[in-house]
Nanobody, 128 residues
């Protein structure tokens, strides 16, 4: 079964940057859609950025457009989330997730229920 391990979280001041990594292993399907999600205390989990299974489609939540960038290194089986100009409201636990639904092959969805595999999360705290 696919396993996902996030890293790179930490404490950063407003306006700072962080890069999160998501290392994948245990592949049982050929194609996976990958997404980054976050959950702040008392709030629902929300989608932040994603790659389609086809690898050529990305999507971002409006709140992070222009600040966050999702990328991937297929040779390292790793997906990244570069976060720039961080704001207090970006504080949350960030999760990497994946799905292997062939119906979503060329779609990049930010809906958590669409994702079957989840990492354990990494804490990002933006504070002055």
């Amino acid at each position: 079964q696919l396993q996902l391990v996030e890293s790179g979280g930490g404490l950063v001041q407003p306006g700072g940057s962080l890069r999160l990594s998501c290392a994948a292993s245990g592949f049982t399907s050929k194609y996976y859609g990958i997404g980054w999600f976050r959950q702040a205390p008392g709030k629902e989990r929300e989608g932040v950025a994603c790659f389609s299974s086809s690898g050529d489609m990305t999507n971002y939540a409006d709140s992070v457009k222009g600040r966050f960038t999702i990328s991937r290194n297929n040779a390292k089986n790793t997906v990244y989330l570069q976060m720039n100009n961080l704001e207090l409201e970006d504080t949350a636990i960030y999760y990497c997730a994946a799905h292997d639904n062939p119906l979503l092959f060329r779609l990049c969805v930010l809906s958590p229920p669409r994702y079957r595999y989840w990492g354990q999360g990494t804490q990002v705290t933006v504070s002055s």
